[in-house]
């Protein structure tokens, strides 16, 4: 079941590991990877959370606001970007048995997409994340891009 603190592990600072296509609708198209760092700060007693991360080599920055909703029990997640300066649609969604499943609409490159965030392999120490689009409404998934955190040497989260 999914509560307001299932995202109580990702506070604090974050190494990231970034993995993303090229081009995220062709699945042909080269992966590439980056460095990044990510902090994230606890709001509302736990029930939403703010996170930036800080992408170099794509002379970029995101943010994500989480918001959890008591009433259903699901998270609405809202990313901004500094390159645009846009707040995109939210995938809304909760943890079931330790993996988080978000889904919205959005579009790319001028087409229709859906969107899945999927969290995965959550500790104190280590997360992963992962996007992916649809072009079929969710009947064939290409994930487009992959985070994997760490704890800087040192840090346990807060």
């Known amino acids: 079941m999914s509560s307001a603190h299932d995202f109580d592990f990702f506070h604090g600072e974050w190494d990231v590991r970034n993995r993303r296509r090229t081009d995220a609708l062709d699945p042909d198209s080269a992966w590439e990877e980056f460095p990044g760092t990510s902090r994230c700060l606890p709001l509302f007693d736990g029930a939403a ?24 029990e699901r998270w609405s997640l809202y990313w901004a970007s500094s390159v645009t300066g846009t707040l995109f649609p939210p995938v809304t969604g909760r943890f079931e048995g330790g993996r988080g499943e ?47 955190f760490t704890r800087p040497s040192g840090t346990h989260g807060e």
């Not at 959370?49 to 259903?72: C, H, Q, V, W, Y």
């Not at 500790?123 to 992962?130: H, I, K, L, P, V």
């Open 49 to 72: 959370n703010l996170d930036e991360i800080d992408m170099p080599r794509l002379s970029a920055k995101g943010a994500t606001l989480r918001l959890f909703d008591r009433a259903t």
């Open 102 to 148: 978000f889904h919205g609409d959005d579009t790319y490159d001028g087409k229709d997409v859906r969107v899945r965030f999927v969290w995965s392999g959550v500790s104190r120490t280590s997360a992963r994340w992962e996007q992916a689009f649809s072009v079929d409404d969710g009947e064939t998934w290409l994930t487009n891009w992959t985070m994997d």
